[in-house]
Each structure stands twice: as C-alpha cells, then as structure tokens.
C-alpha cells in the first residue's frame, strides 16, 4: 500500500473542502483533498443557489470570488405568494442595504477547483474512503481506495466535508456522536430549465395544493421547485405535469404564465434537519453536510458549511503551531450557529408548506405568512436571518 503524508486530510470536494483546502494552503499548511466523485460529476451537481452578504464577501476576501462578482445576481428582495396575492420583502431596506447574490453552488465548485488545480496541490477524484483510523492519536490515518490501488493518508487532523452519508461521521465510535433529525411530511422536486426567469427575484409561494420555489440560476437558466408528498416519484412527474402545477401554485390574480422551456434536470430530495454533536472527535472534525442538514427552505445550506470553514481554517493553522484553543472551541460556537439556521430554516419551512392532513396547524401557519407580510418588525427580523445569519 502506497503511503502519503501530509498535514490535514480533507475528504470530500464540494464548497467545505476546496475552501478549507484553499484557506489552509494560503495559511502554509500542506493538505491532501480526497472526493469519492468523479471531478465532472462535482463541478456540474446542481445545489444551492443563495450567497449570503457576509459569506460572498467571505469568498471575495479569500481570493476566489472574482467570478461570483461578476456574474452572480445580486437581489435586494424576495416575494412571497399567498392566496394569490403577491407581497415583497424589501430585504436591503430592512437590513442596512444588505443584499443576497444568487450564485450556483457548482459555480463556487467550479472556481474552487480551478483554484486548487492552478495550485498544484493534491486534489483526487475518483478516490474512496474505505476506513478512518487512529481518532484520538497524534497522527490519524485516512485508508483511500483509488483506480491505481490503496493509498494510506497520514496527517495531523483529518477533516469531513463528505456530506451526510459520507464515512468521516460513520467512521467514530458508537455513543461518542449524538444526532438530532427531524423528518418533514413532504419532499421537494426541483428542476433546471432553458427558460429566462420570469421575475428578478426569488418568489416562494404557500398555496393550497402545496409549496412552489421560483428561482435562477443565470439570465437563460431557472431553478424551480414543488413540494410533494414522499411518496411520489418522477416517474408521475411528466414535463407537462410540472409546469402546469407550477403554474397553477405561482399565478397571481391577473399575472402572466410564468416562462416555460426544456428540462435538463429533475430531481426529488426528501426535507430532513440534521445535527451531529459535537463535530470534533479527537484529530478528526466535521464541516458541512457531515455535521448538519437543514432544509434548503431558508437558503442556509451552503452558507452554513462555508461559515464553518470561516471558523475552522484559522484554528487550524493555529492548532498547527501550537495554540489549540480554536480547535478546543470550534464544535461550541459551530454549533451555537447552527441551531440557529435550524430554526430559522424550521420557521420558514413550517410556515410555507401546507400540512397534508392538519388543519389547525395550517391555520397556524398563514398567520405567521401574514405577519412577515403586513409587520415590518417581523419582515425585519426575516431579512436579518435571510440576508446574513451565517455572519452573526
């Protein structure tokens, strides 16, 4: 078995790990990125789409937002669709003219690995965790399945960003680790169409018959969501089938049909809220989707995992020279923002899809549609979490 050495280990190539890899190399740490995907599968998955303010600047200041810059939309508002009636939240007038950009997340990918490969440093696709060893030692090792053979990956602290059915988590002892999950009663499908975005703004939508996402991703591109019941397939999904209940949920009294074209995607994702605690265990630490999930209804997915990274690239480069109090505190105050995207992204979620079977929870919920709607404190303190809570 060929052996390597390195300082930190990364597993997984998605926003986490390449940031943290870039971040960690700029600090004069060497580190090894393994992702068990193949490099075109990565750079063109299709995932979240919304930059918080203070995380595009995050990205900016590190030296790798200069195409976010360029070409993300930056929106000062999102609206909300109830009953038919459309009502704007002026995100920027309610949170000291602070604005979202809306940036694919497989772009931030694509010029994070542009970035590591302009580099030179190791980045290995491809390349399969079989085994994490050694948690609690000085040097714990990574055991990597590759198309030349089994490599052993030894550094000083093993990091996981491979997501929640990744290995890093899997990988520690039976009753170190506790999860806290929440399963909602409806799934998302979600499509990528050829079509110009009918609005230059994120619209969500509670009606009826259920919630409806409308989104972009560049000035020929949206992204568009339903919810449905866990139980359906695409298989029920016809093209037709998706913008005519797109259509239906979206219409406004006396508005236009909104922009159809040719689906290149589709998929259907369950909604869940993970948190694993804490998300260190001796040399190895979690970041990303390997220690928390929230449903993409708050937008916090992304920025969540980035705003970890943030936090954990300097104390370890700190812990490497010999100060470990940044790595002592990082579960503490990872977690402490992390349960608060868990509840803001409960609130939204909760308040715009329609429960399938419990009326007074329903009632519940357009009540607290139309307090953000007709308050503005209530609008205000929606704008503060949308536009920056991974920055607070």
């Keep these: 078995m060929k052996s390597v050495r390195t300082q930190v280990v990364i597993i997984g190539a998605g926003p986490a790990g390449l940031l943290l890899g870039h971040l960690l190399q700029r600090g004069g740490i060497d580190t090894v990125i393994v992702e068990t995907r193949s490099l075109e599968y990565v750079q063109h998955r299709v995932r979240a789409g919304v930059i918080e303010y203070g995380i595009a600047n995050f ?16 929106h000062h508002g999102i609206e909300f669709r109830l ?3 459309s009502h704007r939240i002026a995100l920027s007038e309610l949170y000291d003219g602070r604005a979202i950009t809306v940036y694919g997340q497989q772009e931030v990918v694509k010029d994070l690995i542009a970035n590591r490969l302009a580099s030179g440093a ?8 079989t085994s994490i060893e050694g948690h609690t030692t000085e040097h714990p090792s990574v055991v990597v399945a590759t198309g ?16 929640s059915h990744g290995v890093s988590s899997t990988s520690v002892p039976a009753g170190v680790l506790r999860r806290y999950e929440r399963v909602y009663p409806f799934s998302w499908l979600g499509i990528l169409a050829e079509a110009p975005p009918a609005t230059e703004e994120l619209i969500y939508c509670r009606h009826p018959r259920g919630f409806a996402l409308y989104s972009m991703r560049s000035p020929t591109l949206s992204r568009l969501y339903l919810g449905v019941s866990p139980e359906e397939t695409l298989d029920q999904w016809s093209d037709e089938r998706i913008w005519e209940e797109l259509t239906t949920r979206l219409m406004t009294d006396g508005g236009a049909s909104i922009a159809q074209g040719p689906i290149v995607e589709r998929a259907i994702t369950p909604m869940r809220s993970v948190v694993v605690a804490p998300m260190r265990h001796g040399r190895l630490l979690l970041a990303g989707d390997a220690a928390h999930i929230v449903p993409p209804t708050g937008a ?17 480069v700190a812990g490497l020279r010999g100060d470990p109090r940044g790595l002592d505190s990082y579960s503490d105050e990872s977690l402490r923002r992390v349960w608060r995207a868990e509840e803001f992204s409960t609130y939204m979620t909760q308040m715009l899809h329609p429960h399938p079977s419990d009326d007074f929870e329903n009632g519940v919920q357009v009540a607290r549609l139309r307090q953000v709607v007709e308050s503005e404190d209530t609008a205000r303190a929606l704008a503060r979490n949308y536009v920056n809570l991974s920055s607070l």
């Design 59 to 74: 990205l900016e200041d590190s030296g790798v937002g200069t195409r976010m810059r360029a070409e993300g939309l930056v």
């Design 83 to 85: 009953d038919g009636v």
């Design 122 to 129: 190791p980045l290995y696709f491809e390349a399969t965790v």
């Design 148 to 163: 030349e053979g089994d490599v052993e990956i030894t550094g000083d602290y093993v990091v996981g960003c491979d997501g």
């Design 300 to 316: 916090k997915g992304m920025n969540l995992a980035l705003a970890d990274v943030r936090f954990l690239a300097p104390a370890l």
